[in-house]
């Protein structure tokens, strides 16, 4: 097969595998309890609301000064490449995450509960039927961050 036939049908499989289905933007925080939404039933989203292994992601638990840390956490969002936030509260964060390829837009939420400084996260697709773990590991590289900056806890 010539390369410019095999790049082409490479291209169109990435394009089936990631645009078939569309989906909406995250909800706002008041629409769902913690502020997130729910994953749909498609692999390309982690949530911990999620109760089964497939969707399912550890929250983050912030140490001690939650208000400070959450600005933190924030900033920390912000340094994601690609990525803009577009709706940023005390205790909420609302972030567009654009692919660099597709410019695909997936919603990275974070909701923080004040009174035990535990961070509830989801990260989903709207367009397509699977992110190939995309974003499992934006929450996972984001945790690692953190992490090493002190911001959370190493386990929740």
């Given at each position: 097969m010539?390369?410019?036939?095999?790049a082409?049908l490479?291209?169109?499989l990435?394009?089936?595998?990631t645009?078939?289905?569309?989906g909406s933007?995250?909800r706002?925080?008041?629409d769902t309890?913690y502020g997130i939404?729910?994953?749909?039933?498609?692999?390309n989203?982690?949530?911990?609301?999620?109760a089964?292994?497939?969707?399912?992601i550890e929250?983050?638990?912030?140490?001690s000064?939650f208000?400070?840390?959450?600005?933190?956490?924030?900033?920390?969002?912000a340094t994601?490449?690609?990525?803009?936030?577009v709706?940023?509260?005390?205790t909420y964060?609302?972030?567009?995450?654009?692919?660099?390829?597709?410019?695909f837009?997936?919603?990275?939420?974070?909701s923080?509960?004040?009174s035990?400084?535990?961070?509830s996260?989801r990260?989903?697709?709207?367009?397509?039927?699977?992110?190939?773990g995309?974003n499992?590991?934006r929450?996972e590289?984001?945790?690692?961050?953190l992490?090493?900056e002190?911001i959370i806890?190493?386990?929740?």
């Amino acid at each position: 097969m010539p390369p410019s036939l095999n790049a082409f049908l490479k291209t169109m499989l990435i394009l089936s595998i990631t645009g078939g289905c569309s989906g909406s933007p995250a909800r706002a925080p008041e629409d769902t309890p913690y502020g997130i939404a729910e994953c749909p039933d498609r692999p390309n989203c982690v949530s911990t609301k999620a109760a089964d292994e497939r969707h399912k992601i550890e929250p983050y638990r912030l140490k001690s000064d939650f208000a400070a840390n959450w600005r933190r956490v924030e900033e920390l969002v912000a340094t994601i490449p690609r990525t803009v936030i577009v709706l940023a509260t005390d205790t909420y964060l609302h972030a567009e995450c654009r692919s660099r390829i597709f410019r695909f837009v997936d919603d990275l939420e974070l909701s923080l509960n004040l009174s035990d400084g535990v961070i509830s996260i989801r990260s989903a697709s709207r367009t397509g039927y699977s992110d190939l773990g995309v974003n499992r590991r934006r929450v996972e590289s984001l945790r690692r961050k953190l992490i090493s900056e002190g911001i959370i806890e190493n386990h929740v």
